[in-house]
């Protein structure tokens, strides 16, 4: 089967040992002519057929790259064949070392310590735009392009995240990491499109949700099977008394109610990592008004600082604070503090910078009070 190795010493030797499907003459016409390329991540999904699609229809030179993270066979067959029958080159890259190292040990070693992680952030920015970079480079293609709904703005000569048209499945949330040299590369095929009028177009609408490495599991049991028994602690409330037990800190997050030795009316208010205890509260205490966060990536920090309609989002969807925030330094990073408070931040979690529509940064919320 077509692969494309992920571990070469120079860029000159990242070259592929596949070989292109060529049994369209559309395809054949399009390597031998100026044709202008891009490569494009592609699952054989609703998205990334339609990114695909898009793309080939407005005259690109489309090679779809499958990154296989997981192995998973099924998934690999069906986008070969979905590439196959909309005529288009197609190739496979084997991520799964890469993918077990940066983001499933991730998820685990943060879970453990007491953090609630992202994984789906940290893949986007390390291993899909980053492995599309790779591979345009090695295949001299400038060009890169996913089927995810958001858009890119340029402004100032730089390069914004955008929401999409369609709010309801907006994606920017997720991709606040991108470097500017990726945005300055990137495609946004999906970004004027509408979900459901998408979905239109396919007989089979079903599509794949949640965590994809949990494999439709609870991420207590995928904890379990990976980290096997996780040490149990104190339940304890604001001011440190001791409420009953928790078996595995692991298993709880901000804003939960339900698990093992959580009293009736309480909710997790925050994980303390360095003394294995789940502190508890009422639900009004979920409300905190200052954030710290590190590990950002800004877009320009003198309009981060100085701009007053910033607003921030914990989450993709669900509860965020909607009025302006007010941005300092802060050590590595910085202190966000708002008048609408954030519900039940969680450290690990990120924390995205919006400006209107546009997407001013992000980071990792480190602490909170």
């Given at each position: 089967?077509?692969?494309?190795?992920?571990?070469?010493?120079?860029?000159?030797?990242?070259?592929?040992?596949?070989?292109?499907?060529?049994?369209?003459?559309?395809?054949?016409?399009?390597?031998?002519?100026?044709?202008?390329?891009?490569?494009?991540?592609?699952?054989?999904?609703?998205?990334?057929?339609?990114?695909?699609?898009?793309?080939?229809?407005?005259?690109?030179?489309?090679?779809?790259?499958?990154?296989?993270?997981?192995?998973?066979?099924?998934?690999?067959?069906?986008?070969?064949?979905?590439?196959?029958?909309?005529?288009?080159?197609?190739?496979?890259?084997?991520?799964?070392?890469?993918?077990?190292?940066?983001?499933?040990?991730?998820?685990?070693?943060?879970?453990?310590?007491?953090?609630?992680?992202?994984?789906?952030?940290?893949?986007?920015?390390?291993?899909?735009?980053?492995?599309?970079?790779?591979?345009?480079?090695?295949?001299?293609?400038?060009?890169?392009?996913?089927?995810h709904y958001f858009r890119i703005e340029q402004h100032d000569n730089r390069y914004y995240v955008a929401q999409g048209a369609d709010l309801t499945k907006d994606q920017s949330y997720y991709l606040w990491g991108l470097s500017q040299d990726i945005l300055r590369r990137a495609i946004t095929p999906m970004g004027e499109k509408i979900k459901s009028d998408v979905k239109q177009n396919f007989e089979d609408k079903s599509e794949s949700m949640g965590i994809c490495f949990l494999g439709g599991r609870h991420y207590s049991d995928f904890l379990r099977e990976r980290c096997g028994e996780l040490l149990a602690g104190d339940i304890v409330d604001s001011l440190g008394q001791v409420l009953s037990r928790h078996n595995g800190i692991a298993l709880y997050t901000a804003g939960q109610r339900r698990g093992e030795g959580i009293p009736e009316g309480y909710r997790v208010l925050s994980i303390d990592g360095e003394r294995n205890s789940v502190v508890v509260g009422k639900a009004d205490e979920l409300y905190k008004h200052t954030l710290y966060i590190n590990e950002c990536n800004i877009v320009s920090e003198s309009e981060l600082l100085t701009a007053n309609d910033i607003t921030i989002k914990i989450r993709g969807i669900g509860r965020n604070p909607e009025k302006p925030v007010n941005i300092e330094r802060w050590e590595g990073g910085y202190k966000v503090t708002s008048e609408d408070a954030a519900w039940a931040p969680a450290i690990g979690q990120p924390l995205v910078f919006y400006r209107k529509n546009l997407v001013i940064g992000g980071g990792i919320v480190a602490y909170f009070d």
């Amino acid at each position: 089967m077509p692969n494309l190795s992920e571990q070469k010493s120079t860029k000159s030797s990242i070259i592929y040992s596949f070989t292109h499907s060529l049994s369209y003459p559309t395809v054949r016409q399009a390597i031998f002519c100026n044709m202008k390329s891009v490569v494009l991540g592609f699952s054989g999904g609703i998205d990334s057929q339609s990114a695909a699609r898009c793309l080939r229809d407005e005259g690109w030179r489309v090679v779809a790259l499958t990154i296989d993270t997981l192995g998973d066979e099924a998934m690999i067959s069906r986008a070969q064949r979905s590439a196959e029958a909309l005529g288009i080159e197609w190739m496979r890259y084997d991520a799964r070392q890469r993918f077990e190292s940066d983001i499933i040990n991730y998820f685990c070693q943060e879970y453990i310590a007491g953090r609630t992680p992202a994984p789906c952030t940290r893949c986007n920015t390390h291993i899909k735009w980053s492995i599309l970079s790779e591979v345009a480079d090695s295949l001299n293609i400038n060009n890169i392009a996913t089927g995810h709904y958001f858009r890119i703005e340029q402004h100032d000569n730089r390069y914004y995240v955008a929401q999409g048209a369609d709010l309801t499945k907006d994606q920017s949330y997720y991709l606040w990491g991108l470097s500017q040299d990726i945005l300055r590369r990137a495609i946004t095929p999906m970004g004027e499109k509408i979900k459901s009028d998408v979905k239109q177009n396919f007989e089979d609408k079903s599509e794949s949700m949640g965590i994809c490495f949990l494999g439709g599991r609870h991420y207590s049991d995928f904890l379990r099977e990976r980290c096997g028994e996780l040490l149990a602690g104190d339940i304890v409330d604001s001011l440190g008394q001791v409420l009953s037990r928790h078996n595995g800190i692991a298993l709880y997050t901000a804003g939960q109610r339900r698990g093992e030795g959580i009293p009736e009316g309480y909710r997790v208010l925050s994980i303390d990592g360095e003394r294995n205890s789940v502190v508890v509260g009422k639900a009004d205490e979920l409300y905190k008004h200052t954030l710290y966060i590190n590990e950002c990536n800004i877009v320009s920090e003198s309009e981060l600082l100085t701009a007053n309609d910033i607003t921030i989002k914990i989450r993709g969807i669900g509860r965020n604070p909607e009025k302006p925030v007010n941005i300092e330094r802060w050590e590595g990073g910085y202190k966000v503090t708002s008048e609408d408070a954030a519900w039940a931040p969680a450290i690990g979690q990120p924390l995205v910078f919006y400006r209107k529509n546009l997407v001013i940064g992000g980071g990792i919320v480190a602490y909170f009070d």
